[in-house]
């Protein structure tokens, strides 16, 4: 595939997430999927990161997550996003609805093996989440 053609393959992953659209992402992964969420934390399958997401997507039900930038190299896509939600649904990260606004940046790395997203690399400040829904770490 081509580099704008993985662009828009992730493009359209994060379109799917942001619409709550899970389905579509098992046409978008493929088999072998591996989300990341942290170095060493690995989620198997596109169910994996469906598991692993979907809570904290619930957690801030009328989230929002803006692409802001995408660079793609040969098989990798880069992803930089600013999420922003309000903490109304389930918990977060085992703390339950707090109310609070939470914004906070993201960078995604991922790479294509024949047209479909195999790994999901996420990097993020876990503990910026926390202070900013009133967990002091």
Do not use: W
Request: with cysteine; glycine share 8%; net charge negative.
């Amino acid at each position: 595939m081509s580099v704008e053609a993985n662009k828009e393959l992730v493009y359209r992953f994060y379109e799917a997430i942001q619409q709550g659209n899970y389905e579509a992402l098992k046409e978008l992964c493929h088999k072998d999927f591996v989300f990341y969420p942290q170095v060493d934390t690995p989620f198997h399958g596109v169910e994996g990161l469906i598991e692993s997401e979907k809570k904290n997507f619930d957690a801030t039900p009328n989230f929002k997550m803006p692409l802001k930038t995408m660079i793609a190299e040969g098989n990798q896509v880069a992803a930089y996003f600013i999420f922003e939600g309000t903490h109304t649904g389930s918990d977060l990260f085992g703390i339950p609805a707090t109310g609070k606004n939470v914004k906070f940046s993201l960078m995604m790395l991922l790479q294509i093996k024949d047209g479909k997203i195999i790994e999901k690399r996420a990097h993020f400040d876990r503990y910026d989440i926390l202070n900013q829904i009133g967990v002091n770490v």
